[in-house]
């Protein structure tokens, strides 16, 4: 039995494949047989450490907004560039703190060289003006290190004398202010990121709400859409109607939490406080987000309307009047938000006449459906409130309606129950729905004292003028009219032929019958004096 070593330290071999031989002598010299083993030889790899870590800076003096960017970087290694795993960065400030940042770990690797770019934003550190060093050094898989690159770069603050600085105060708010509206407008959109970034911190600062304040103040500067001008007040300012889903909403105060800006945005921009259904109703609300405005052929007519069992007749055919006679009110009336919610246009009401400026409510597509409920002591289901679809029909009748409830929380239109509900809308006169439509007085000719006042019931000649000359008009029924002719209700009037003598109706409720076809009623003036006693104009 033997043991043997053999060195192969100072055999100068090669990486290779050899062969160990061995023969054995006896006393006399004679020979044993001989035996041979295959080896392979590989020699240690010894590591050699990164060196030649190098970058340049994109420039040396910043604004601390900006962001450092290094292009080509590289360090090099003697086990090749896949050795690299990361080039590790910090910031060593001038007051002698050291900052740790994020590392460069992606790398092109060409032979024992691994390239690299690298950006670091330095709007998140806050730097102080002064000098400040990019300290660096490369890191391989055995972590070893490079040698060390310091690069110093310059923080200069550039002082803005704007209008931005002059007058708002919140570092933030300032600089996405100054960002947004450095084309002198604020938009929709605009306005809603800069409330959003108000929330920090989870509150709303005094500081901030003052300079919210500024802005909407300020909106002639920014070119700011009247819309946008009057809901940003209504959250900057406070309003009577600051209720949502069903609960007081705080006004927006100094110190308001986070939540309280958010439903404030989901109210007013985004039509997320919806109205409750009607006493003794109940519905569902359906997502209408594809459907159209105006239906697939972007057109609309009083036709459109089909009214529920909600007792809106007043106001559905005051819609329907506007819509035949000044088609340009509907349609400026809605503004899509291009978000699944509209913004709709009103003119609030103040002891009956008209206020001079435009008011707005946000609605979203979420239409009732699967309406149940007791009407005129009769049991029904299924039906919904004014109708809608996404064919012929489209929404902007339920949406108008839905608009009209969230409007009525205001208290400036006829009802006194002003609260986000469809109830609050229920029963009316359309002499005082139009003037929420179109912003110009309403008026009302009867032959009987109503509300207190008579006046002349127009003859056929009057009411041909009245619709020649642009003006929207409606009628309304006595309690016990003719058969076909449905009592304390509201009709939309299309049309009056003298040559004729017959004045064309629509109801609202788009009814077929023996006397209406899809609505419209045709009837003499004589027959339509002793049905109707009252006619609404606007």
Known sequence: MFNHNISLANLGLTAGNYSVWGIAYDKSGAVSNIVERSITFAPIQINTAPNSLQFNLN????????????????????NGGTDITRVDFQIRLNNGSTLNVSDATTFTVKGNTANFNYALNLSQFNLANGTHTLWAVAYDKANTISNVVQQPFTIASTVVNDWFSQNLKDKEVIAIARQLGADNRLNRNEMINIFRDTQDGGVVDSVELTDLKTIVASWSRFSMEDHVRVLSNKIVNGNTANTYKGSVLQNLV???????????????????????????????????????????????????????????CYFLSSLGAVAN??????????????????????????????????????????????????????????????????????????????AYAQFAEFGSI?????????????????????????????????????????????????????????????????????????????????????????????????????????????????????????????
């Open 59 to 78: 420039k040396t003096t910043f604004n601390p907004t900006e962001s450092i960017t290094i292009t080509n970087g590289s360090v090099i290694d003697g």
């Open 254 to 312: 100094a110190g308001s939490g986070a939540q309280v800006m958010t439903n404030l945005l989901d109210k007013w921009f985004f039509g997320g406080d919806r109205p409750t259904a009607a006493s003794g109703h109940t519905f569902t609300y359906q997502d209408m987000r594809s459907a159209s405005l105006f239906g697939q052929d972007n057109n609309f007519s009083y036709s459109d309307i089909q009214q529920g069992w909600l007792g809106t």
């Open 325 to 402: 006679q000044r088609p340009s009110v509907i349609r400026n009336m809605f503004i899509n938000n291009g978000d699944g919610s509209y913004t709709v246009k009103f003119f609030g009401q103040l002891n009956g006449n008209v206020t001079t400026s435009a008011d707005y409510v946000t609605v979203d597509s979420f239409l009732p459906t699967n309406v149940a409920g007791w009407e005129g002591g009769k049991y029904y289901s299924g039906q919904r409130y004014a109708n809608y679809d996404n064919l012929n029909l489209g929404l902007w009748v339920a949406l108008a309606e839905k």
């Open 414 to 538: 006829q009802q006194q129950y002003s609260q986000n509900s469809y109830e609050s809308i229920e029963g009316g006169n359309g002499f005082k729905a139009m003037p929420s439509i179109t912003g110009t007085k309403g008026t009302f000719y009867s032959d009987i004292n109503y509300s207190g006042r008579t006046g002349n019931m127009f003859s056929l000649s009057e009411i041909a003028n009245q619709l020649a000359t642009g003006k929207a008009l409606t009628t309304g029924t006595i309690s016990n009219p003719r058969a076909g002719i449905f009592g304390n209700h509201e009709y939309v009037i299309v049309s009056a032929n003298i040559t004729s003598g017959k004045i064309t109706l629509y109801n609202p409720h788009a009814r077929t019958n023996g006397y209406e076809n899809k609505g419209i009623l045709e009837i003499f003036y004589n027959d339509f004096k002793s049905n109707f006693d009252i006619i609404s104009a606007a």
